[in-house]
């Protein structure tokens, strides 16, 4: 015969001091497992996002990132006469030959230097990039000294604000406007006009060439004919890969660190709740010889104890990932490793993380609560009545 289930929320309840410090402790630890899994995720989230599926990235074979990448000018108009790269209403390319350089800027009010992506940008730019829109101000006229600043840019960094000036490759150069890229990785960059940057920096060479697919589905096609050509020296990337790509080292680095902190303080709640488990145990010998008296197999005495340390460990997950989730509102800057400049992205909860979470929690419980259910199950009844 099973004991109710209501029999091991009633003990909780008894015990609602003992359980709450315990269920604290188990929610601090799915919190920092909850809020590392959250800020990993809101990394690739941010670079995925800053790709759209029908956009191709050419970039030099090779090469990490398009900081690190040189396409000389022949080779981008071989890529842009290719007949996959689809047409404007103009009937021109939807093509954008781009420069990307960092420099180094001040933060406001810190004046921390960090550093920041500058990206040369051509008439088509913007056009292929729908999820960026201008805020504020206007465009750059063409062959000026005019830029925009990313959203997170003119937040956070000197001389980045509308109407205000930097200093960068021995010009000056004036914001003349502000962008909106979501929460893509866009909104941490500066975008001027190509020819102008590539005046500036001396470079000689184009970073990238981003374009639009006439049809997504011919990619393949079209990466194995790019790549197998003797006159290009590129390789090609959908653009949500190449994004991608540019998380999974940070990713990574973020998850293992967090999981192995994780797992250090994930001992300390378990022996907790094994600590408050054995004391239940010891503080109900006679409830529990009673219950053996009344006809209860060991496996109900055993199932019951259980089922109240999952109950605890589940009442410790839900205030953990209730507590992780208010770290959405908070937006974070680090150096991106791949192409080594400043990135803001925010937490990013969902319902994967969730359920890991929760299962974490669970587990938690179930490995505190194990060893004290299987020493309440081997009670002796007799030993048990006379304790009292």
């Known amino acids: 015969m099973p004991i ?34 959250m800020l990993a995720e809101g990394l690739q989230k941010t670079l995925v996002e800053t790709g759209s599926p029908d956009n191709v990235v050419v970039i030099r074979s090779g090469s990490q990132s398009e900081v690190q990448s040189g396409v000389e000018r022949l080779q981008a108009s071989i890529v842009e006469s290719r007949p996959e790269v689809a047409l404007g209403a103009g009937g021109q390319p939807l093509l954008a030959k781009e420069l990307v350089v960092l420099i180094n800027l001040n933060k406001r009010g810190s004046n921390k230097p960090a550093n920041v992506v500058i990206r040369g940008i051509g008439s088509n730019s913007l056009t292929i990039r729908p999820q960026v829109r201008l805020k504020e101000g206007r465009l750059p006229r063409p062959g000026s000294s005019e830029i925009l600043a990313g959203e997170s840019i ?5 001389g980045a604000g509308i109407g205000e000036h930097l200093r960068f490759a021995m010009r000056d150069w004036t914001v ?67 994004y991608l790509d540019q998380s999974e080292a940070m990713a990574r680095f973020l998850k293992i660190l967090g999981l192995t902190l994780t797992l250090i303080f994930s001992l300390g709640a378990i022996i907790g709740a094994m600590i408050t488990m054995y004391a239940a145990v010891a503080n109900r010998v006679t409830e529990i010889g009673t219950l053996r008296a009344r006809g209860f197999q060991r ?18 997950g839900v205030l953990g990932v209730i507590a992780a989730s208010f770290m959405q509102l908070i937006t974070i800057s680090t150096m991106n490793w791949q192409s080594f400049a400043e990135l803001a992205f925010s937490f990013a909860l969902t319902p994967g993380i969730i359920l890991k979470s929760m299962l974490f929690a669970i587990i938690m419980g179930l490995a505190g609560g194990i060893l004290p259910a299987f020493r309440a199950a081997r009670m002796n009844i007799i030993d048990a009545l006379r304790a009292s």
Not at 302 to 313: M, Q, R, S, Y
């Open 154 to 158: 003119a937040r956070r960094f000197e």
């Open 176 to 242: 003349v406007g502000i962008f909106d890229a979501g929460t893509t990785g866009f909104s941490s960059e500066i975008w001027g006009d190509a020819d102008q940057l590539m005046q500036s920096f001396r470079r000689p060479v184009y970073s990238s060439v981003t374009f639009k697919m006439r049809d997504p589905a011919d990619f393949d096609a079209l990466k194995g004919a790019l790549e197998s050509d003797p006159r290009l020296t590129v390789e090609a990337k959908r653009e949500t890969r190449y």
């Open 299 to 316: 496996g109900s005495i055993l199932a019951a104890f259980v089922l109240e340390a999952l109950f605890l460990g589940m009442f410790g």
């Open 4 to 37: 109710p289930i209501s029999y091991s929320f009633r003990n909780l309840w008894t015990r609602r001091l003992t359980t709450a410090l315990t269920a604290t402790g188990m929610a601090l630890v799915v919190f920092v497992f909850a809020a590392t899994l």
